[in-house]
């Protein structure tokens, strides 16, 4: 079958060249290059081997039949939900015979379901009580985990680092490639540590105190001693946004006594607001600093553990988070990305800022609901997520997506309808809090999120919702280069009805950028630092995968064709959009825009 390559090449280092001056060419691909093995066949359980050792999908299929195989591990099973109860087959992150690594459960869903099922939208996770064994975060890890959430409210450091451990255990050995994101703490008003959560019903009386390491019934304490010159009798105390609210009753020296009005469930550290008159009263704890000295020693513990995102509770300014970055840049030799929380009354107003300033944005939807009127935190997400994506920003929508489901396990038909909404947002992230912490049903949580954002996209796919316009992002002639290079790539993507978009990227910028068209298709980015893959994870729509490039981009891309194939991720003559962008060690580049045939 013959197939041409257009390519549209810039050429090298030559800044001073005008944006347009971009080189149009019409070749004859090489027929035969890299096309000397046949692509193993799904199911086949012949020993298909390339270059002496068996492919990584062959691997497991084979197992069946040659008993020197490293292991037997069972095949996944797909329950209610999407939910996998099993673990999908073990497959190690190194072939033996190449240097591209891949997320298993992603080569288990490309293999399998091909490129129109694999899910775009990115599932977050936060570890706690419920999630912490090997075995849960292998389950969750197995059914789509791309990031770990470890909030710094709870939990020692020695608890946190084990689970960092163990996950980077499990994606050593089984292939996975979980990102790890520290939240901090910040300085809001929260409970003190209790050690069951209190269900509390209405008419009962408790006290808040501000004495330390009271330990009594109905007695809780408050984290932060001007509680009681802020709050007044009469005033609603509102717990972690309403899920239990108290009518102050008296005050007397450090004791608050309050009664139920709104009954619920009161959980460890749970967040405190206070409403007076309807609305919300800025306390003394406005003036905090929103890192405080406890946060720094978290962000020190996140910089040892060489984690990949800290995530900035209660930001306000973007100040703070310009500080933390120059605070990151001298501190840690491996880049971490800044994610700043939008949940507080202030931030509102600075959401430009603040986006334009952070790697990463998340809509702390918990907090922000307890700090500005409830019916006003759709739009303000819905103005987030726009922004975000037009500064080329990850976004990540937090709370209560599947609250019924710390209880039960089938989720209530409203929160599909919020996932829903999320995902034709085209938001880059979910994520889990209390459901993958504390709930009843962490895997199962996943499994719903996994499974109404893949049919939701496919959705927005045929029915073309979410395209927004999208501002020229950069101004210096090179970063314009690469946008727009990135930009036509993915419309090609979308009016060819490409298969997938390489894209060959040393620091993630490109994948980012074509992340950002939210094309039809997945965004393969092959990358050569193990750090950068990690973070992809966050970007909408990208796939990452770690490669050892060589000098020459075209031996890239038929390398990578050959070794995708012979792991059944791509089939021969699928339409493949190329682009890429590698500066080499001598500072010379080769950016490019290609059409292929996978041979
Ligand atoms: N490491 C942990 N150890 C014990 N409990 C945890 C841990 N992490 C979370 N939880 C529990 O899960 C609940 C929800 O988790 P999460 O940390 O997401 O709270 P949140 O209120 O949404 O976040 P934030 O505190 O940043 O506003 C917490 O209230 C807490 O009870
Ligand atoms: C996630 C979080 O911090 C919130 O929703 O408040
Ligand atoms: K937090
Ligand atoms: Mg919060």
């Known amino acids: 079958m013959q197939s041409f390559r257009v390519s549209i090449n810039e050429i090298a280092g030559c800044e001073s060249l005008p944006s347009s001056a971009l080189f149009v060419q019409t070749s004859r691909r090489n027929l035969a290059a890299g096309s000397t093995h046949s692509a193993p066949r799904l199911g086949s359980t012949c020993r298909s081997r390339s270059a002496g050792s068996i492919t990584r999908r062959n691997a497991f299929e084979a197992t069946a039949v040659v008993p020197t195989a490293p292991e037997s591990p069972p095949k996944a099973t797909e329950v209610h939900h999407g939910v996998f109860v099993e673990s999908p087959p073990p497959l190690p992150s190194h072939d033996d015979d190449s240097d591209l690594e891949v997320d298993s459960v992603l080569a288990k869903e490309l293999s399998e379901n091909g490129f129109k099922s694999t899910r775009r939208t990115k599932i977050i996770c936060t570890i706690g009580p419920t999630s912490s064994s090997p075995e849960m975060l292998q389950i969750l890890a197995a059914n789509g985990m791309n990031v770990a959430r470890l909030n710094m409210c709870h939990g020692t450091h020695e608890w946190h680092r084990n689970i960092i451990t163990t996950i980077r255990k499990l994606n050593r050995d089984k292939g996975y490639s979980v990102a790890i994101m520290v939240d901090t703490e910040g300085s809001e008003v929260h409970l003190q540590e209790i050690d069951q959560p209190v269900k509390v019903e209405a008419g009962d009386e408790y006290t808040l105190t501000v004495r330390s390491g009271v330990r009594q019934d109905r007695t809780i304490g408050v984290s932060y001693d001007a509680f009681i010159d802020d709050v007044q009798v009469g005033d609603m105390v509102v717990v972690d946004g309403g899920m239990v609210s108290l009518e102050v009753l008296d005050k007397a020296g450090p004791d608050v006594t309050c009664r139920v009005v709104d009954p619920g469930i009161i959980l460890s550290r749970a967040n405190l607001t206070f409403r007076r008159g309807g609305g919300i009263v800025r306390a003394h704890n406005a003036m905090l600093p929103i890192i405080s000295s406890k946060d720094w020693l978290d962000i020190d513990f996140a910089i040892s553990q060489e984690v990949d995102f800290i995530a900035v509770s209660f930001v306000k300014t973007a100040d703070v988070i310009n500080n933390l970055k120059s605070y990151l840049r001298a501190r840690s030799s491996k880049p971490i990305e800044v994610v700043s929380k939008v949940e507080s009354y202030d931030s509102v107003p600075n959401i430009p800022d603040i986006v334009a300033a952070s790697d990463c944005v998340m809509v702390a939807r918990g907090d922000l609901g307890a700090q500005i009127p409830l019916e006003d935190v759709p739009s303000v997400q819905k103005e987030i997520v726009v922004r975000c994506r037009q500064m080329g920003k990850p976004v990540i929508i937090a709370s209560h997506l599947l609250q019924s489901m710390m209880?039960?396990?089938?989720?209530?038909?409203?929160?599909?309808?919020?996932?829903?909404?999320?995902?034709?947002?085209?938001?880059?992230?979910?994520?889990?809090?209390?459901?993958?912490?504390?709930?009843?049903?962490?895997?199962?949580?996943?499994g719903v999120l996994r499974a109404v954002a893949t049919r939701i996209e496919e959705w927005c796919r045929q029915e073309?919702?979410?395209?927004?316009?999208?501002?020229?992002?950069?101004?210096?002639?090179?970063?314009?280069?690469?946008?727009?290079?990135?930009?036509?790539?993915?419309?090609?993507?979308?009016?060819?009805?490409?298969?997938?978009?390489?894209?060959?990227?040393?620091?993630?910028?490109?994948?980012?950028?074509?992340?950002?068209?939210?094309?039809?298709?997945?965004?393969?980015?092959?990358?050569?630092?193990?750090?950068?893959?990690?973070?992809?994870?966050?970007?909408?729509?990208?796939?990452?995968?770690?490669?050892?490039?060589?000098?020459?981009?075209?031996?890239?891309?038929?390398?990578?064709?050959?070794?995708?194939?012979?792991?059944?991720?791509?089939?021969?003559?699928?339409?493949?959009?190329?682009?890429?962008?590698?500066?080499?060690?001598?500072?010379?580049?080769?950016?490019?825009?290609?059409?292929?045939?996978?041979?």
């Open 407 to 446: 209880e039960y396990p089938t989720p209530t038909r409203a929160e599909v309808a919020d996932i829903a909404d999320v995902v034709r947002q085209r938001a880059d992230c979910l994520m889990l809090s209390g459901e993958s912490a504390v709930g009843a049903y962490p895997d199962k949580a996943v």
């Open 464 to 599: 073309k919702h979410g395209n927004i316009v999208l501002p020229q992002l950069t101004q210096a002639p090179d970063g314009r280069t690469s946008e727009e290079l990135c930009a036509s790539a993915a419309t090609m993507a979308n009016n060819l009805g490409a298969r997938a978009i390489f894209v060959f990227t040393r620091r993630g910028y490109m994948a980012n950028f074509l992340s950002r068209c939210r094309p039809d298709c997945p965004i393969f980015a092959f990358t050569d630092k193990q750090d950068v893959r990690t973070r992809l994870n966050m970007r909408w729509g990208v796939m990452p995968f770690r490669l050892d490039f060589g000098q020459d981009p075209e031996t890239n891309v038929d390398r990578t064709f050959e070794l995708l194939k012979r792991r059944n991720l791509v089939k021969p003559d699928d339409l493949v959009i190329v682009v890429s962008d590698v500066r080499y060690s001598d500072k010379s580049a080769i950016r490019s825009v290609q059409i292929r045939h996978v041979p």
